[in-house]
T-cell receptor, first 117, second 109 residues
Framework: EAGVAQSPRYKIIEKRQSVAFWCNPISGHATLYWYQQILGQGPKLLIQFQNNGVVDDSQLPKDRFSAERLKGVDSTLKIQPAKLEDSAVYLC???????????????FGPGTRLTVT | GQQLNQSPQSMFIQEGEDVSMNCTSSSIFNTWLWYKQDPGEGPVLLIALYKAGELTSNGRLTAQFGITRKDSFLNISASIPSDVGIYFCATGANSKLTFGKGITLSVRP
């Protein structure tokens, strides 16, 4: 079974530029998550999708970050314009369902390391 | 927001030794998980715990869900070089995970 795919693996941009990250979850996983992981910290949830709908985006800085999952499969996360403090690893994860709710057993992709200069 | 406490930040052990790490919270949770992250990779799920007092093993790894539901422990026995990495605890609530800051484990050959 293929894991969660992410691209690109690395990206270097200047502040005020825009950037987009792509994620393809494990086949059949209805729930998709984007996390931000700053160096020395654990992953922090940015947004959670269930199929193509947003379940939770309370920690997404909506003035500069946006995400979509139009067909309920792959997803993109965009930052526009980027700030220095956006330098981090952006992780995508997916999970399946147990009963009516997503399981807590999330499977992560390798991440995209973003450096903003 | 809720915080998970993992300490120390780093641990150094000799190959072959056992190591224990714990994670505590001021809040009660119904789900505790342990993940390991290797450099340049995403976290990988090691063990998930769903019941207070539950003790679960995965090879040389054993994790326990504290009976107070405010803590969890991970034990690695007979450590090997590939155990090097960052170990995160996480709790599940409202379909979301919250992660601790992680403990970096180094294993000396």
């Amino acid at each position: 079974e293929a894991g969660v795919a992410q691209s690109p693996r690395y990206k270097i941009i200047e502040k005020r530029q825009s950037v987009a990250f792509w994620c393809n979850p494990i086949s059949g996983h209805a729930t998709l998550y984007w996390y931000q992981q700053i160096l020395g910290q654990g992953p922090k949830l940015l947004i959670q999708f269930q199929n193509n709908g947003v379940v939770d985006d309370s920690q997404l800085p909506k003035d500069r970050f946006s995400a979509e999952r139009l067909k309920g499969v792959d997803s993109t996360l965009k930052i526009q314009p980027a700030k220095l403090e956006d330098s981090a690893v952006y992780l995508c994860a997916s999970s399946t369902f147990r009963g009516a709710n997503p399981t807590y057993e999330q499977y992560f992709g390798p991440g995209t390391r973003l450096t903003v200069t | 927001g809720q915080q998970l406490n993992q300490s120390p930040q780093s641990m150094f052990i000799q190959e072959g030794e056992d190591v224990s790490m714990n994670c505590t919270s001021s809040s009660i949770f119904n789900t505790w998980l342990w993940y390991k992250q290797d450099p340049g990779e995403g976290p990988v799920l090691l063990i998930a715990l769903y019941k207070a007092g539950e003790l679960t093993s995965n090879g040389r790894l054993t994790a326990q869900f504290g009976i107070t539901r405010k803590d969890s422990f991970l034990n690695i026995s007979a450590s090997i070089p590939s155990d090097v990495g960052i170990y995160f605890c996480a709790t599940g609530a409202n379909s979301k995970l919250t992660f601790g800051k992680g403990i970096t484990l180094s294993v000396r050959p």
